[in-house]
């Protein structure tokens, strides 16, 4: 059993490169199939990367009315830190936000003079509360709780950072290149079940000889078969391994471009592809086998005669 | 032990290649068959490697009923029937080693084995000196003893000769009669199917005559009459 299984093997692998030509066609269509899928992924990652930075960015900042008592904003702190929709609340003393903004600002020659005229009468910035969300969707729970008559007795005012349009947008034109993005795979795709299938059954004909005798001296029906299935995992192989140097070539090209456009929103494809290469390429390999199998299969139930 | 009984078989719409045959053919026999070109002897050689199956009747092999036989046995019922042919079916780019080591491998042999069996048919059929030639670089008869030392690779109990003859000149048809003969000594039951009227009446053995799918006659010790 075990010599049949290598000399299948053996065969298959003969046949691969005598067919040469054929078999480079069809690694090809392969390739290109891959390549659109992972074009889609690309996109549909960075089009997540982009939208869940931009909601990480959302929060509303609540200022509290001078003078409001620590015990006030505590209560009010913990009232807030017990709705379900609340993902953190961060409190910056008006201490913490005067150290933070002379930080920020220490370029700005004519801004720090400002504030030292003003710093005279005391510290201009309010106590605030940075709340959080889990999702886009609860945002407006909180401002509902937040415009109740009891907190607004010790809120100033409230800065709601609303990026919802950018969201949409970006959400809607992902939405569109994805549903080309699919038609475009399974047009490559279809198109390399019709190459494989092809190739099995010229594959096939060139070797009736072959066939003949190993059917005449009474060769078993799956050693017969074997081959030109296993042919389909040197198509699969190759076909991967070709795409994955090809994404690996484009990535090092692009990736300074795209860092320029995509650092602001703290993404990486290039990280995206190293931390998810495994499972991202497994998957692709055993789907392009399934299909490539399967091409197979049929093609040799229809042409091999045994 | 070969049988046929009231065997027919039949092509749509209206063709009977053969009809009500009915013969037994005991082990380590010679029997030719003769007949007209259409008169079934190849058909005959097909219903016996399970290539086609049989319309009517049934045909036993050493107890076995292959009249309907399952697919995954094919290849085991294929291994007990070593056949010939006109053509010789070697492959071109293969030597005559590999061609041979070929039908082993593909039938699962391990290596050491196939390279002990090799040369050992190849010297019953005269060829142990020419292992890396090439089909084109042997004669006809040459290549078909290539094409016999194949069909013996599993020693099979059977060996089908179907117009082995066809191609080769008179010197070589009879190198190849020869060692059928040979071969039927040493114990294999050979059924040559054949037009040569001269082989036939030379060898002096049984012949079975087939008309438009029928027998015609068998005789013991025959002679080429159509």
């Known amino acids: 059993m075990n010599y049949t299984f290598w000399r299948a093997i053996k065969f298959a692998w003969q046949d691969f490169w005598r067919n040469f030509w054929l078999s480079f066609v069809t690694i090809t269509v392969i390739v290109l199939a891959l390549l659109s899928v992972n074009i889609l992924i690309s996109l549909n990652a960075m089009s997540d990367g982009v939208v869940n930075s931009v909601k990480a960015k959302v929060d509303i900042t609540v200022f509290f009315k001078e003078n409001t008592s620590e015990a006030k904003i505590n209560n009010f702190l913990q009232k807030i830190k017990a709705q379900k929709e609340v993902q953190e609340v961060v409190l910056v003393s008006k201490d913490e936000a005067l150290e933070k903004f002379k930080i920020d600002y220490a370029g700005d020659k004519a801004i720090m003079e400002a504030l030292e005229e003003v710093s005279d009468k005391g510290n ?32 100033k005012s409230q800065n709601f950072t609303d990026h919802q349009k950018i969201i949409s947008r970006v959400e809607s034109l992902s939405d569109k290149v994805e549903k080309f993005g699919f038609g475009l795979t399974a047009v490559f795709a279809f198109i390399a079940v019709l190459i494989v299938y092809n190739a099995i059954r010229v594959t096939i004909y060139t070797h009736k000889e072959e066939i003949g005798v190993m059917k005449l001296v009474g060769a078993g029906n799956s050693f017969i078969r074997a081959p030109f299935l296993i042919n389909t995992l040197f198509y699969s192989l190759f076909g991967l391994i070709f795409t994955a140097i090809v994404i690996y070539l484009l990535l090092r090209a692009v990736n300074p471009q795209l860092s320029g456009f995509l650092g602001v929103y703290d993404f990486s494809l290039l990280s995206f592809y190293a931390d998810n290469l495994l499972w991202l390429f497994g998957v692709q390999f055993g789907g392009t086998l399934i299909l490539t199998a399967l091409s197979s299969a049929v093609a040799v139930g229809k042409y091999l005669k045994v | 032990m070969i049988k046929f009984q009231n065997v027919s078989k039949f092509y749509a719409p209206d063709t009977y290649a053969l009809k009500d045959i009915d013969l037994k053919i005991d082990p380590g026999e010679f029997v030719s068959i003769i007949g007209q070109s259409g008169s079934g002897k190849t058909t005959m050689v097909k219903l016996l490697t399970a290539e086609e199956k049989v319309s009517n009747g049934k045909i036993v092999l050493g107890g076995w009923d292959i ?10 019922l294929r291994r007990q029937i070593g056949v010939i042919f006109q053509d010789y079916k070697l ?31 190849l010297k019953v059929v005269g060829l142990g000196h020419k292992t890396d030639r090439y089909p084109h670089q042997l004669s006809g008869g040459e290549q078909q003893r290539v094409g016999i030392a194949r069909s013996l690779i599993h020693r099979p109990k059977i060996l089908v000769a179907d117009e082995p003859t066809g191609n080769l000149d008179v010197s070589n048809t009879k190198e190849i009669i020869e060692l059928l003969q040979k071969i039927n000594e040493l114990g294999t039951t050979v059924i040559l199917v054949t037009h040569n009227k001269d082989i036939v009446n030379m060898l002096k053995k049984r012949v079975i005559v087939l008309d438009k799918g029928q027998m015609a006659s068998d005789v013991a010790v025959g002679r080429y009459v159509l």
Do not use: W
């Open chain 2, 91 to 121: 492959l071109p780019k293969k030597t005559v080693f590999e061609n041979i080591s070929f039908a082993l491998e593909a039938c699962g042999l391990a290596h050491t084995k196939i390279h002990q069996i090799v040369p050992q048919i």
């Open chain 2, 67 to 76: 009249s309907d036989i399952r697919h995954h046995e094919i290849p085991l």
């Open chain 1, 124 to 155: 201009p910035l309010l106590d605030s509360l940075i709340i959080k969300a889990k999702d886009t969707e609860d945002y407006q729970v909180v401002l509902n709780m937040l415009s109740l008559a009891e907190n607004q007795e010790i809120i």
